[in-house]
């Protein structure tokens, strides 16, 4: 039985739009999205140095740092002067989450 050309528009369409849709979801283009609106951050003046001017409250003497995310795929300068009250002399280990 050979099948007639109206057969092979309508498989040829449903092949193309399955097609479509693997695509689409391998994200090979990664989505830009300018309008975010939970950004968690706000815009601060900078020093002509790059840094910014900070107020430490009164009565706090250690301050917790927990960083949950760096959005950027740029190098990150970390330098550490004391792990656990001991000076660093060499490198430290550091596991990326």
């Known amino acids: 039985m050979k099948p007639d050309p109206y057969t092979k528009v ?3 369409v449903i092949a193309a739009s399955l097609l479509i849709l693997v695509v689409q979801q391998l994200n090979l ?4 999205y300018a ?10 003046p900078l020093n002509e140095d790059g840094s910014i001017n900070v107020r430490i409250q009164p009565g706090s003497a ?20 004391e792990v ?14």
């Open 10 to 12: 309508i498989l040829t």
């Open 29 to 32: 283009i990664p989505r830009a």
């Open 62 to 81: 250690n301050i917790d740092v927990n960083i949950k995310e760096i959005d950027t795929h740029d190098k990150l300068d970390v330098n550490l002067e």
């Open 35 to 44: 309008n975010n609106p939970s950004s968690g951050y706000a815009m601060v």
């Open 84 to 97: 656990g009250g001991y000076h660093v002399y060499r490198a430290v280990p550091v596991e990326m989450k």
